[in-house]
């Protein structure tokens, strides 16, 4: 059988030996004689393995004692909601800066709770190449209660790599970037993921939230999304998605055995330096995005000719080069490379690249 590689943006390739030691415990974990998933989450056992998981993540980021760590329901979508909820606190003001899709569905979503003071980063000429303006340069109201930006946007492939310096709670949305490199956590006052692309499936949310943060929440806020209410029942107020956090908690283990975040970090610069690198010594293939601000987990790009889209994908597809479709927004192409895909993977796309812009370049 031809090896399947999948570059879906999201729910994303899973590390092959999580998935075989899941699939060997499926149905006896722990020699209890029933699935993970049968047990109930206030169970001894399911118990130590969510706090195992919970301390492997805290060592994985070094995430400092004063912060929570909360695994939440409803997706990166919800925490657009939760954090306004929870720590606009008196203020009416929040700040939001914008570089793509995502970062504007949190600002919109963001409005509905907030004054949103907006700066829009990005930037785009003409020709459709697309740059970042400088953290240094991103203004923002001095008084609001919070800096909102996403760090990794998903769909354009656009990244900031620099943390900004922020005199606010500083909120980053790292759906699409967390675990893929070494963070310093305590640059912010809330850090999100939903766990679809480098943590786990989806289904779970990973919330780390500062502790002063704590306790501010909106009157209406519903008790699920309240992070102190969460953090006080240890993630388990209600029913969490006690699968997902057994999974996550095997891609944690998983990190540790590779050599933790500096050696993904290594190894994802090397797949994206690969991959760019291809692109930008062609003239088939082009990626409009300044080399400052490449993302190292998505990578959008185009062909000469739109109208080989098709035959692109349709040949990728049989080479096992799953889901290279890009986003209909920007459209051409995306490989999303976060952690489980090898270098192996990354290569087999760039031989196929090369082969397919031999044969109709
Ligand atoms: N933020 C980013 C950066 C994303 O990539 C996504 C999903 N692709 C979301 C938020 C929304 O996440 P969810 O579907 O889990 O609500």
Redesign the pocket.
Known sequence: MTKIYNFC??PAMMPTEVMTKAQQEFTNWRELGVSVMEISHRSADYVAMAEEAEQDLRDLLMIPDHYKVLFCH?????Q?SAVPMNILGDQKLASYVTTGH?SR??LDEGKKYASADVFDALLKDDEGNVSVRPVSQWRYSHDSAYLHY?P????EGVAIHQIPDVDVPLVG?F??TLLSTPLDVSKFGIIYA?A??NIGP?GL?VVIVRDDLLGKSMQHTPSIFDYSIVAKHGSMFNTPPTYAWYLSGLVFKWLKEQGGLDAMAKRNSAKAALLYNYIDQSDFYRNQVDSDYRSKMNVPFFLADDELNATFLAEAGKSGLMTLKGHRIVGGMRASIYNAMPLEGVQALVDFMQDFEKRHG
């Open positions: 943006s999201g409803g997706g990166g979508r919800g657009f995502w569905c949190a996403c990794n946007e998903t769909i949305d759906s699409s939903g679809q692309k989806s949310t």
